[in-house]
């Protein structure tokens, strides 16, 4: 079993919407810390979100008031909402968690989700 699953991207025009979820599976989301992680061509990973245990949200500067992220641990699924998505955002949305916040490196990542803007 895949501990987390993404899905949600597309193609979608500037100023467009888009809703990414991702499928939790084999260890205890609810007490996790959930983070959205994205890779643009050519670049490394970029953070872009994060969500603690208690649902106390996170965001890159770049995507605060447009992106929220969010959790429903009753279906083990974390969603980021994308609004006025720009070029810029295109890039390859991973999801990630961590039971320890402080840890170096995450527990589990997804295999991604690919969010195309363009007009």
């Known amino acids: 079993q895949v501990p987390l699953v993404e899905s949600g991207g597309g193609l979608v025009q500037p100023g467009g919407s888009l809703r990414l979820s991702c499928v939790a599976s084999?260890?205890?989301?609810?007490?996790?810390?959930m983070h959205w992680v994205r890779q643009a061509p050519g670049k490394g990973p970029e953070w872009v979100s994060a969500?603690?245990?208690?649902?106390?949200?996170y965001y890159e500067e770049s995507v605060k008031g447009r992106f929220t992220i969010s959790r429903d641990n009753g279906k083990d699924t974390l969603y980021l909402q994308m609004n006025s998505l720009k070029s810029e955002d295109t890039a390859v949305y991973y999801c990630?968690?961590?039971?320890?916040?402080?840890?170096?490196?995450?527990?589990?990542r997804g295999q991604g989700t690919q969010v195309t803007v363009s007009s």
């Open positions: 084999g260890f205890i989301f609810s007490a996790s810390w």
């Open positions: 990630a968690s961590k039971a320890d916040p402080n840890a170096p490196q995450y527990d589990y």
């Open positions: 969500i603690n245990p208690g649902g106390k949200t």
